[in-house]
């Protein structure tokens, strides 16, 4: 039987081989990526084990008496092995059922479920806000190359790409909330079951906060790919024959810059990952971050389970879809190498 | 005859051994320019004040002098904070632990990093799958979530967040240093080396590690800056130092809800992180620029953190 079946698959990738690009990196980066949560689970799982104690006496603190500790354990099933606790754990993830609180019993899913659509929204605004204002700054760095435009994007550059999280936050706090003008709210609170875009004045410092955060990154990528490709043969060409300034950079330069860009662009969303942490604590903002902070001062196990694998998928969804762009804006990848 | 044609390419790469200083004189090239000046200088005031700092403090950092977020005074120069102690004191002594704890985790994870990476470019095969495989597990944990997740478990330790943070820097580190390495292990002398029969440990500490000195100075600083940033981060987010003890982190958090009433108590301590990392930023960034005749965009690449490794092969 597998003698059969076995040479029909070889025989047409002999003919064409590497006709699918797409598929063999999405496969192989899924398989990778699927490993690569599966070993993260199971580090997850074990940091529970080597708590003090256990997971019961920390959710208990000092309320604990041998009777309530008991209970607990066996309503989170310490009494079992921990493989059969990893499993159980585990196959509950894969169904959908996340697990229980410690500190106020409500389900992990309730708990964070609305919190998720809230961080993707500061997320996802933050991330194109930031790669288009980076790839436009970059662009026009790189065009007027060595002027007094380019010294002072680079310098603010260096400069603001150190910069902590809350330290941006509480400069533009400082300036638009506070002390300067009062024109934005310094804390994002929604009153509950409301959706964030609904108050969109609310997202205004907490936005811009991880926009100035991520900026830098895009920007100089942007600017030492665009001064690459103005260097090469084909803009010599194009300029000689006499196509327009800005023709040139948006068709000629533009698309080829923007390759080794989109690595960045896919580094800095995962950047946003950890950055929503500490902006979403500082505004207030009802999402993951702020869960997860809380959870971490509840000490809140499942909690904190939940959201870091949550992060450590999006860090692999995150980096699939980036070799994927790169793939299809790289043509000359996609071709065999023979 | 093999070994005496090693001996030859050996004694000709004899510079490896001269250059032993080499780390200093890429410094020296470095604070010369005015980008590693005005890095150096910086870095240099706020380290002073850090460290000499606690012993000029006026007052006691945790004794309640006088009203919460009494406004700066003759006595009191930055003012009071939430509980009523003098900013000032505060101020000066809430940086040493911060630079202390940067600079080891930074030791730590630039270490451990560049031996995995040197390693798995010298040995290659299974040792270098494996390894590169770890690092690309650690990577699926942000930084500061990693620090978060070790914190939850075994409460806000000290040397747990140093730990924490060393570890998170590590992989990064072996990425830059293994794609640094993989070009120096192709080299004459390294190959003469292994003909001569030098032991594995010796080759790498002799002849590879040398060369991968400007490579591991510029990783050095932009580490140091990372864990500046993630250390003071977490000490805002309550996980470092513990109250009463004074933290710029910790102080900003603190103070804001008095922003209005006497920013002093968050703005000395976040000029003062601004100032470091920035600082030190710029500092890393003239040391790449002295030490790496490379083209701008790899440069570029390497000095905003992505490492000439790129995130995917």
Same mark, same amino acid.
């Given at each position: 039987?597998?003698?059969?079946?076995?040479?029909?698959?070889? @025989?047409?990738?002999?003919?064409?081989?590497?006709?699918?690009?797409?598929?063999?990196?999405?496969?192989?980066?899924?398989?990778?990526?699927?490993?690569?949560?599966?070993?993260?689970?199971?580090?997850?799982?074990?940091?529970?084990? !080597?708590?003090? *104690?256990?997971?019961?006496?920390?959710?208990?603190?000092?309320?604990?008496?041998?009777?309530?500790?008991?209970?607990?354990?066996?309503?989170?099933?310490?009494?079992?092995?921990?493989?059969?606790?990893?499993?159980?754990?585990?196959?509950? %993830?894969?169904?959908?059922?996340?697990?229980?609180?410690?500190?106020?019993?409500?389900?992990?899913?309730?708990?964070?479920?609305?919190?998720?659509?809230?961080?993707?929204?500061?997320? %996802?605004?933050?991330?194109?806000?930031?790669?288009?204002?980076?790839?436009?700054?970059?662009?026009?760095?790189?065009?007027?190359?060595?002027?007094? &435009?380019?010294?002072?994007?680079? !310098?603010?550059?260096?400069?603001?790409?150190?910069?902590?999280?809350?330290?941006? =936050?509480?400069?533009?706090?400082?300036?638009?909330?506070?002390?300067?003008?009062?024109?934005?709210?310094?804390?994002?609170?929604?009153?509950?079951? +409301?959706?964030?875009?609904?108050?969109?004045?609310?997202?205004?410092?907490? #936005?811009?906060?991880?926009?100035? +955060?991520?900026?830098? /990154?895009?920007?100089?990528?942007?600017?030492?790919?665009?001064?690459?490709?103005?260097?090469?043969? /084909?803009?010599?060409?194009?300029?000689?024959?006499?196509?327009?300034?800005?023709?040139?950079?948006?068709?000629?330069?533009?698309?080829?810059?923007?390759?080794?860009?989109?690595?960045?662009?896919?580094?800095?969303?995962?950047?946003? @990952?950890?950055?929503?942490?500490?902006?979403?604590?500082?505004?207030?903002?009802?999402?993951?971050?702020?869960?997860?902070?809380?959870? #971490?001062?509840?000490?809140?196990?499942?909690?904190?389970?939940?959201?870091?694998?949550?992060?450590?998928?999006?860090?692999? #969804?995150?980096?699939?879809?980036?070799?994927?762009?790169?793939?299809?804006?790289?043509?000359?990848?996609?071709?065999?190498?023979? | 005859?093999?070994?005496?044609?090693?001996? =030859?390419?050996?004694?000709?790469?004899?510079?490896?051994?001269?250059?032993?200083?080499?780390?200093? @004189?890429?410094?020296?090239?470095?604070?010369?320019?005015?980008?590693?000046?005005?890095?150096?200088?910086?870095?240099?005031?706020?380290?002073?004040?850090?460290?000499?700092?606690?012993?000029?403090?006026? /007052?006691?950092?945790?004794?309640?002098?006088?009203?919460? &977020?009494?406004?700066?005074?003759?006595?009191?120069?930055?003012?009071?904070?939430?509980?009523?102690?003098?900013?000032?004191?505060?101020?000066?002594?809430?940086?040493?632990?911060?630079?202390?704890?940067?600079?080891?985790?930074?030791?730590?994870?630039?270490? *451990?990093?560049?031996? $995995? *990476?040197? $390693?798995?470019?010298?040995?290659?095969?299974?040792?270098?799958?494996?390894?590169?495989?770890?690092?690309?597990?650690?990577?699926?944990?942000?930084?500061?979530?990693?620090?978060?997740?070790?914190?939850?478990?075994?409460?806000?330790?000290?040397?747990?967040?140093?730990?924490? !943070?060393?570890?998170?820097?590590?992989?990064?580190?072996?990425? +830059?240093?293994?794609?640094?390495?993989?070009?120096?292990?192709?080299?004459?002398?390294?190959?003469? =080396?292994?003909?001569?029969?030098?032991?594995?440990?010796?080759?790498?500490?002799?002849?590879?590690?040398?060369?991968?000195?400007? +490579?591991?100075?510029?990783?050095?600083?932009?580490?140091?800056?990372?864990?500046?940033?993630?250390?003071?981060?977490?000490?805002?987010?309550?996980?470092?130092?513990?109250?009463?003890?004074?933290?710029?982190?910790?102080?900003?958090?603190?103070?804001?809800?008095?922003?209005?009433?006497?920013?002093?108590?968050?703005?000395?301590?976040?000029?003062?992180?601004?100032?470091?990392?920035?600082?030190?930023?710029?500092?890393?960034? @003239?040391?790449?620029?002295?030490?790496?005749?490379?083209?701008?965009?790899?440069?570029?690449?390497?000095?905003?953190?992505?490492? =000439?490794?790129?995130?995917?092969?």
């Amino acid at each position: 039987m597998a003698d059969v079946t076995a040479p029909a698959p070889i @025989a047409p990738a002999a003919r064409a081989p590497k006709a699918h690009p797409f598929r063999d990196v999405l496969v192989k980066r899924l398989g990778f990526g699927i490993l690569t949560l599966f070993i993260v689970s199971i580090l997850v799982f074990a940091a529970t084990q !080597v708590l003090p *104690g256990n997971a019961a006496s920390a959710a208990l603190q000092n309320t604990a008496t041998p009777a309530r500790l008991h209970a607990l354990e066996i309503q989170m099933h310490l009494n079992r092995s921990a493989v059969a606790q990893y499993w159980s754990w585990l196959t509950g %993830l894969l169904h959908g059922n996340f697990g229980t609180s410690i500190v106020n019993n409500a389900s992990v899913s309730s708990l964070i479920g609305g919190r998720v659509l809230n961080t993707a929204v500061l997320m %996802l605004l933050a991330g194109v806000i930031g790669t288009v204002i980076g790839v436009v700054l970059g662009m026009l760095a790189a065009a007027r190359r060595d002027s007094w &435009f380019d010294h002072g994007l680079s !310098v603010i550059a260096l400069a603001v790409t150190a910069l902590p999280e809350f330290v941006v =936050a509480m400069a533009l706090v400082t300036f638009f909330a506070a002390l300067v003008w009062h024109i934005l709210p310094a804390v994002s609170v929604y009153p509950p079951g +409301v959706s964030p875009w609904s108050i969109p004045s609310l997202l205004v410092l907490p #936005v811009a906060t991880l926009v100035i +955060v991520i900026v830098p /990154y895009t920007f100089r990528m942007m600017r030492a790919a665009m001064i690459d490709a103005l260097e090469s043969d /084909y803009v010599e060409m194009a300029k000689l024959k006499g196509m327009s300034r800005w023709r040139v950079l948006a068709v000629h330069a533009l698309p080829n810059a923007i390759a080794p860009t989109i690595q960045v662009i896919g580094l800095n969303f995962l950047y946003l @990952a950890g950055g929503v942490v500490v902006v979403e604590y500082v505004f207030n903002y009802p999402g993951l971050g702020q869960a997860l902070v809380n959870a #971490v001062s509840d000490r809140d196990i499942p909690v904190i389970q939940f959201i870091v694998l949550l992060l450590a998928a999006f860090y692999v #969804v995150v980096n699939i879809a980036t070799d994927l762009i790169s793939l299809a804006a790289t043509p000359r990848r996609r071709l065999p190498r023979s | 005859m093999a070994s005496s044609a090693a001996l =030859a390419v050996l004694q000709s790469a004899g510079r490896g051994r001269a250059r032993r200083r080499e780390w200093a @004189a890429v410094l020296g090239r470095a604070v010369r320019t005015p980008r590693g000046a005005t890095g150096l200088s910086i870095v240099g005031i706020v380290v002073l004040i850090a460290a000499i700092g606690p012993a000029l403090t006026p /007052y006691s950092s945790t004794q309640f002098v006088t009203a919460p &977020f009494a406004n700066p005074s003759g006595t009191f120069l930055l003012g009071a904070d939430v509980l009523g102690r003098d900013v000032l004191s505060r101020t000066l002594d809430g940086g040493w632990v911060l630079l202390l704890m940067a600079a080891v985790a930074t030791l730590l994870g630039v270490v *451990g990093g560049a031996i $995995c *990476g040197v $390693c798995a470019a010298y040995f290659g095969g299974h040792w270098d799958t494996l390894i590169m495989r770890i690092v690309d597990i650690v990577l699926a944990f942000p930084q500061l979530v990693f620090a978060l997740l070790l914190v939850s478990v075994l409460g806000p330790k000290i040397w747990l967040i140093v730990l924490a !943070v060393g570890i998170s820097h590590a992989p990064q580190v072996a990425r +830059v240093t293994r794609a640094a390495a993989l070009d120096v292990c192709e080299r004459d002398f390294v190959r003469a =080396a292994q003909i001569l029969g030098m032991p594995a440990r010796r080759v790498l500490r002799r002849e590879v590690l040398p060369n991968l000195t400007s +490579v591991l100075m510029v990783e050095l600083g932009l580490r140091l800056t990372y864990s500046i940033l993630v250390i003071a981060g977490l000490s805002f987010l309550g996980f470092g130092l513990q109250p009463p003890a004074a933290s710029w982190g910790l102080m900003i958090n603190e103070n804001r809800i008095g922003l209005v009433a006497n920013p002093w108590g968050v703005l000395a301590p976040t000029l003062l992180i601004a100032a470091l990392t920035i600082g030190m930023n710029t500092l890393t960034d @003239a040391v790449a620029r002295a030490s790496l005749g490379v083209g701008r965009q790899a440069d570029d690449a390497l000095l905003s953190g992505i490492s =000439a490794a790129g995130a995917v092969q």
